[in-house]
T-cell receptor
């Protein structure tokens, strides 16, 4: 119940295309869903996050879509660029109980072809 | 703010030796997390602290691992004795409002 399932494991997209990464969760107590971007040799960096009271959040080329009833959320990268090539992790967090225990997905390695 | 600072960035040690990883969280953050990252297991939460108190250490793999947070600006993760299977990248992260910020990590190689 604490798992966050992420797919696909890897993704290859042409420059200018849309990259879509999906995550699913079981624990309905999760109330914060961030996405992290990690470049080789670096730590994960917070990209964008959403709370379940909204269905979509957009920041620049990055959009999170959230489906509370299906317990799924996804990251869309519009106009994908070679510089977006990185590993992306979704995560889920339960904040109301004060546990603040992040549960991470297994990661998606994105490669954007020039 | 300089962000979360970890040291050393790289550590190579022989099996059986003690290894200490260090972390300075972002000032004002009251949560600190230690993660381990490997290709096989991804990002694993080892332990986390709230206001310097360990809250959940269920991810610590064995008694060979221990973590301390003597004050709000410093934490250590110790492995004693180290084994080759401990080779991984260890990340420290800190948070205050749910937004966790990661350090650059320590790449540990145990030979």
């Amino acid at each position: 119940q604490q798992q966050v399932k992420q797919s696909p494991q890897s993704l290859i997209v042409q420059k200018g295309g849309i990259s879509i990464i999906n995550c699913a969760y079981e624990n309905t107590a999760f109330d914060y869903f961030p996405w992290y971007q990690q470049f080789p040799g670096k730590g994960p960096a917070l990209l964008i996050a959403i709370r379940p009271d909204v269905s979509e959040k957009k920041e620049g080329r990055f959009t999170i879509s959230f489906n509370k009833s299906a317990k799924q959320f996804s990251l869309h990268i519009m106009d994908s660029q070679p510089g977006d090539s990185a590993t992306y992790f979704c995560a889920a967090l339960e904040t109301t109980s004060g546990t603040y225990k992040y549960i991470f997905g297994t990661g998606t390695r994105l490669k954007v072809l020039a | 703010d300089a962000g979360v600072i970890q040291s050393p960035r790289h550590e190579v040690t022989e099996m059986g030796q003690e290894v200490t990883l260090r972390c300075k969280p972002i000032s004002g953050h009251d949560y600190l997390f230690w993660y381990r990252q490997t290709m096989m297991r991804g990002l694993e939460l080892l332990i986390y602290f709230n206001n310097n108190v360990p809250i959940d250490d269920s991810g610590m793999p064995e008694d060979r691992f221990s973590a301390k947070m003597p004050n709000a600006s410093f934490s250590t993760l110790k492995i004693q004795p180290s084994e080759p299977r401990d080779s991984a990248v260890y990340f420290c992260a800190s948070s205050s409002t749910g937004r966790a910020f990661f350090g650059q990590g320590t790449r540990l190689t145990v030979v």
